[in-house]
């Protein structure tokens, strides 16, 4: 059996994949621990599944009588643009672009009352950096997993807009965590010290 597996993405993907990079900054801006994300090519387009489908996936190989090649993938593309827009959508800021090419720029259009304190709409979330780009880009990967779909009866079940959203609630969360525990070691060396 052999599997051919598109972009699989979850909160624990690695922070160096432009998913996650994405979701992270999102947190840490919204945060005020960071104040801009850098990308690469706005306009590539990959094929974003769950890691929990293609696990799915994975498993219908393996209990299959007949061994096989199949392709993983959702057949839908977004591109890196859309799943930055949409990242800050759920984190409560609406990206307006501006500009083209090399010096687009991610633009807070409207935010939601709770960030007014710290970030204000006109703000320049999102730039691109030369360095990100990379000289042998793909534009377009996506698969075909009409196969696996047939063979297996697998569908993918979760979609883009929840995959988003559950990874950046995820990276949210962790922050928030992590700050919190940062509050509370601050409180006790603090405590400590007045001893």
């Not at 960071?34 to 599944?49: I, P, T």
């Not at 807070?108 to 709770?114: F, Q």
């Not at 970030?119 to 999102?126: A, E, F, M, Q, Y």
Request: some cysteine; overall charge neutral; aromatic content about 6%.
């Amino acid at each position: 059996v052999n599997g051919i597996l598109f972009n699989h993405e979850s909160p624990r993907r690695g922070e160096t994949f432009v998913s996650r990079k994405i979701t992270r900054a999102l947190a840490r801006i919204k945060l005020g621990l960071q104040d801009k994300l850098y990308l690469g090519n706005l306009e590539a387009k990959r094929d974003w599944g769950h890691a929990k489908d293609y696990v799915e996936a994975m498993w219908l190989m393996l209990q299959h009588s007949d061994p096989d090649d199949y392709v993983i993938a959702t057949g839908e593309t977004h591109s890196v643009r859309e799943f930055a827009a949409l990242a800050f959508a759920h984190g409560g800021i609406e990206i307006e672009w501006k500009g083209h090419g090399n010096s687009e720029k991610g633009i807070v259009r409207t935010l939601t009352s709770a960030l007014a304190s710290t970030l204000k709409v006109g703000d320049c979330l999102i730039e691109i950096d030369p360095r990100y780009l990379r000289p042998l880009e793909v534009g377009l990967l996506q698969g075909d997993a009409s196969k696996a779909r047939g063979k297996l009866n697998w569908e993918p079940k979760v979609r883009f807009n929840e995959l988003v959203r559950m990874m950046v609630e995820s990276d949210m969360n962790e922050l928030e965590e992590m700050r919190h525990c940062q509050d509370v070691i601050r409180k006790l060396s603090n405590n400590k010290s007045k001893q």
